[in-house]
């Protein structure tokens, strides 16, 4: 069997940046706290508690406190309630998250509703949402568009979460112009995302199974399984080498392997290794 990984897979360059600022930060101060995870994946969280970082429900006072931005950022209001709380802030938002809510807050500056293209849920929506004075709508996919809301609306920016589908988005976009007369939007899809995309629309098509490894809560590893479930049937999404049935293999010449950006190397090489050592 003939094993190809995706040379996209494992962490991309703003988790490897969140996790470096983390760890610094946790051997500069004691007192490191942060709500939620840095990014989304449990072996990095077991890191993350190992070098002293502490998850935090909500936030006490914080004298002698240092408070952690994590890679998909948080809304301005937490911030600003770290700051009065006493926290000094170690920010290790991606750089890309950042540019969202500057072009997000600038185009509402400008006069426009802003429309987020991703998941009503995802940290990273909730933080874009919380850097504007004004109500976001989200939209998640084609099928939820808020017509009778949308028509309303004269002005309006899109963003996109930045680990969205392309495809998906610029469906949404196309759709969008028919309801809105000014509208304009901004591609803050990463980079990252992108070539991650570009082999995962490629990838299933060239093996005989797919195996995308990563976090349940990921989102970039939800996408990376969606499109590739809708090319290749055979698509598995795994998080561990425990998951791996040897009975997915059987008849399989090509395996195609992929993770999302939050996926520890380690664990791709795991994985990796597991599946070489199947004999289908
Ligand atoms: S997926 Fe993109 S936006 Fe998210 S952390 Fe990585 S580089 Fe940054």
Not at 10 to 25: D, Q, S, T
């Amino acid at each position: 069997m003939k094993i190809s990984l995706a040379k996209s897979a494992g962490f991309c360059f703003g988790v490897k940046r969140a996790i470096e600022i983390a760890l610094n930060a946790a051997k500069s101060h004691k007192n490191v706290y942060m709500l939620g995870d840095i990014v989304h994946n449990e072996a990095v969280s077991e890191k993350m508690a190992q070098a002293g970082i502490k998850k935090a429900k909500r936030l006490l006072p914080g004298k002698d406190r240092v408070f952690l931005i994590p890679a998909h950022g948080i809304p301005l209001s937490m911030i600003k309630k770290a700051r009065l709380l006493g926290y000094g802030i170690i920010d290790a938002t991606c750089p890309m998250v950042k540019q969202i809510h500057t072009i997000a807050r600038k185009m509402e500056n400008r006069g426009c509703r802003i429309i987020i293209i991703g998941d009503h849920k995802h940290d990273e929506v909730q933080g874009i949402k919380g850097y504007l004075r004004s109500k976001a709508i989200v939209i998640e996919s084609l099928r939820n568009i808020p017509a009778k809301k949308i028509q309303k609306i004269k002005k309006a920016c899109v963003v996109a979460q930045s680990t969205q589908d392309v495809q998906r988005a610029l469906q949404i976009i196309t759709k969008l112009k028919q309801y809105i007369p000014d509208l304009k939007s901004s591609d803050t899809i990463c980079s990252a995302t992108k070539i991650r995309q570009e082999e995962i629309t490629r990838m299933p098509l060239e093996n005989d199974l797919m195996i995308i490894i990563g976090s349940r809560n990921s989102a970039n590893t939800k996408r990376l399984y969606e499109i590739s479930k809708s090319l290749n049937k055979k698509s598995y999404w795994i998080n561990s080498e425990s998951e791996i049935k040897n009975n997915w293999f059987k008849n399989v010449k090509k395996a195609g392997i992929a993770a999302g950006a939050s996926t520890p190397q380690a664990a791709i090489q795991d994985i990796v290794n597991h599946i070489s050592e199947i004999n289908p």
